[in-house]
């Protein structure tokens, strides 16, 4: 409101000739258009599960609207930490970003299951109750 009220008297005389002026004041203030070479910023941040990492990226995949399935391949190859999952990305070469997404999907049910064993209580072992233990006298 402050820049229209800014421009002198009589300086606009139609409306294409404001949304013009407009355009020039504020095109500086929109992000810039996204270009598929963003996708290989995306990383994997420390903490970050391979989860919360596939959907991310994926996530970004759909906003850019990518069609190069040699590059999503690469940049989500790129991008993930080092560890079980990617080592095996490095072992066996995924072709496509949906083979990356059947395997991830595949790693995380593992990494679940794994997680919830780790955390069950083991119960420990009940005395034998039918021998009794033998006394050694020395």
């Not at 994926?58 to 609207?65: E, I, K």
């Not at 190069?68 to 930490?81: C, L, N, P, Q, S």
Request: aromatic share 8%.
């Amino acid at each position: 409101m402050d820049w229209f009220i800014s421009l002198p008297d009589g300086h606009v005389t139609s409306f294409p000739q404001l949304t013009n002026l407009f355009r020039a004041q504020y095109i500086t203030n929109r992000a810039p258009p996204s270009i598929s070479y963003d996708l290989s910023d995306v990383r994997q941040y420390l903490g970050e599960s391979l989860k919360e990492f596939l959907h991310h990226f994926g996530a970004q995949v759909v906003r850019l609207n990518l069609k190069d399935e040699r590059m999503m391949v690469h940049a989500f190859r790129k991008g993930i930490v080092p560890g079980p999952f990617s080592e095996s990305l490095i072992r066996n070469h995924p072709m496509t970003f949906v083979e990356i997404r059947r395997r991830a999907v595949a790693h995380i049910a593992a990494e679940e299951e794994l997680n919830e064993k780790r955390t069950c209580v083991v119960p420990t072992r009940p005395p034998s109750i039918g021998r009794p233990q033998t006394l050694r006298v020395h």
